[in-house]
């Protein structure tokens, strides 16, 4: 099975290539050049790019069957075509923004709909958009134009595409429904398994744009996906993409809920919220570390001033009746603190006490508690009453045999069984 580009896709398509015709001064074309040869790949990309190659030797590369398989590979293959056409900055910086765009759209249309074919992965499989970002930034990142691009216009586009293809640039509300946003992150920990996907953005993925009618109440929801990097977070790209959603105007949401995976078997929904990083067993996908440890646990440089502490302000109760068998729901409250005038952790299953550092917020000391603290305090920045708060989903599983195949049917079923659920539990907090 062959994916190609949505309505939606083309259109975006179509207007990138207008838009470039018009600023290059050239006649109108019917059909884009062929082009080859613009990129250069003795350029090294990032650590995550770099496991575009990662696979079984002497045969395609994990990713590369990722892709194949849920046809993004079509669509990196055309943003590259187009991009060595480029004449000038302006006309990459509009080609950029449109694909970005359109790879979201493909993605979430993906995720929503049926998808036929012996070979293809199923709809919910979230792994062909992770993969296929990696292969347009990095290349973005080897691209030879015929004109001059400096350092910080060819990041501005790698930006520009980071911010698009993860429908951070497209989250825009309807009038007259209740606004409801949801978020999902990358998969990571690749270096220990290059297969692994993340359930967190199969579920953003299958959300966007949906509207559910609840007691007689229409929401909409719209959705996004963070990186799992620190270089990200530490450049706010968290309070740029949810800080218009608290704001007043027609984008104002009215519940934020941000998720991510967790533990096996749970879906924990998270209580406090803890200031600090303090993972030090695992990088990011870039293999940066946090730099902090459970005795000194340390804040972001771009972190905003707030309490070392802050609550969940979603119907957590509420949500944890939500039937999401096989799984069970669990509202947690145990935080690891260091108690005021005190230098050791201690666990605190009850939540923290008065004075004390946050050395584990409920959700741990990674980029899962800091996506979960950011959210909520441009909550009590920007808008106190609004419902907020994290939702960690279980881990998503392999079948212990399958040591290399790229997908099984314990995969997907666990994958489906872990959407269904979350689904159940954010239906749980409208009601």
């Known amino acids: 099975m062959r994916l190609r580009p949505s309505s939606f896709s083309r259109s975006l398509l179509v207007g990138a290539l207008a838009l470039t015709t018009v600023l290059s001064g ?40 990722i892709l194949q398989r849920s046809g993004f590979d079509h669509q990196v293959a055309l943003f590259t075509r187009l991009l060595c056409t480029m004449p000038n900055p302006r006309a990459a910086a509009i080609l950029v923004h449109a694909q ?34 990696l292969s347009m ?55 220990a398994d290059i297969r692994i996907g993340n359930p967190s953005g199969a579920n953003a993925l299958t959300l966007d744009g949906q509207r559910w009618t609840i007691n007689g109440t229409t929401y909409q929801i719209q959705t996004m996906m963070f990186p799992v990097r620190y270089t990200d977070f530490d450049e706010s790209m968290v309070e740029n993409a949810l800080a218009p959603h608290y704001r007043p105007g027609p984008q104002h949401a009215d519940l ?66 939500a039937d999401v068998t096989p799984f069970r729901t669990r509202v947690n409250t145990s935080v690891l603190e260091i108690p005021a005038e005190q230098t050791a952790p201690v666990r605190q299953p009850l939540g923290p006490t008065p004075g004390s550092i946050a050395s584990e917020g409920t959700g741990g000391g990674y980029l899962s508690n800091e996506v ?21 989903v279980p881990v998503l599983s392999f079948d212990p045999a399958n040591k290399t195949e790229i997908t099984d049917p314990t995969y997907e079923t666990n994958r489906e069984d872990i959407v269904r659920g979350a689904h159940a539990v954010l239906r749980q907090a409208l009601r």
């Open 100 to 133: 970005g765009e359109a790879l979201w759209r493909t993605a979430t249309h993906r995720a929503q709909h049926p998808v036929t074919g012996a070979d293809a992965l199923p709809a919910t499989d979230d792994r062909g958009l992770y993969w296929a970002r």
């Open 256 to 321: 934020v809920m941000t998720a991510s995976q967790g533990r096996v078997g749970i879906f924990d929904l998270e209580v406090y919220n803890g200031r600090r990083r303090s993972v030090s067993s695992i990088g990011d996908n870039n293999n940066l570390w946090g730099g902090g440890t459970i005795n000194a646990p340390v804040v972001s440089p771009s972190m905003p001033p707030g309490p070392e502490w802050l609550t969940s302000s979603l119907p957590l109760a509420r949500m944890a009746q």
């Open 137 to 191: 930034a990095l290349a973005l990142r080897q691209w030879q134009p015929r004109f001059g691009l400096g350092t910080t216009e060819r990041a501005d586009l790698i930006r520009s595409l980071e911010y698009t293809s993860r429908g951070i640039t497209s989250s825009r509300f309807s009038p007259g429904v209740r606004k409801i946003l949801v978020t999902g992150f990358d998969p990571f920990t690749l270096d």
């Open 26 to 65: 050239a006649p109108t074309v019917h059909a884009a050049p062929v082009v080859t040869g613009c990129l250069d790949q003795s350029v090294t990309g990032s650590v995550e790019e770099q496991r575009l190659d990662n696979g079984v030797a002497g045969g395609p590369s994990v990713p590369a069957q």
């Open 372 to 392: 979960a603290y950011r959210n909520t305090l441009q909550r009590d920045l920007l808008d106190p009453s609004m419902p907020a708060g994290h939702l960690h």
